[in-house]
Nanobody, 126 residues
Framework: QVQLVESGGGLVQPGGSLRLTCVTSGGTFINYNIGWFRQAPGKEREFVAAIRYRSGNTYYADSVKGRFTISRDNVKSTAYLRMNLLRPEDTAVYYC???????????????????WGQGTQVTVSS
């Protein structure tokens, strides 16, 4: 059973930065696709970014492209989401998710992933 634990959320002013961390355990991390999703109050959970297993290829939602960077450290079994130029509309609970050997075409879909963390709150406000 794979477990994921997010951290790094908090309150930040518009234009600021945060780095979210997703520590995993219970699986062979290098074999997992990792995705970040977010859910704002009253809205559906949405895709933010994903990173492919082994190749490390990355994918982003248009709304965060150029501002957010997803990365992974296979030695530490940890994924990261670096968020720059934060906007109030980035306010949400952020979740990381994992899928072993998942196919590329569905990585932006929630149903692609088998394991989820508990989420970390990000609030962008002055």
């Amino acid at each position: 059973q794979v477990q994921l634990v997010e951290s790094g959320g908090g309150l930040v002013q518009p234009g600021g930065s945060l780095r979210l961390t997703c520590v995993t355990s219970g699986g062979t991390f290098i074999n997992y696709n990792i995705g970040w999703f977010r859910q704002a109050p009253g809205k559906e959970r949405e895709f933010v970014a994903a990173i492919r297993y082994r190749s490390g290829n990355t994918y982003y939602a248009d709304s965060v492209k150029g501002r957010f960077t997803i990365s992974r450290d296979n030695v530490k079994s940890t994924a990261y989401l670096r968020m720059n130029l934060l906007r109030p509309e980035d306010t949400a609970v952020y979740y990381c998710a994992a899928k072993q050997y998942g196919i590329l075409s569905t990585m932006a879909s929630q149903s692609h992933y088998d394991y989820w963390g508990q989420g970390t709150q990000v609030t962008v406000s002055s």
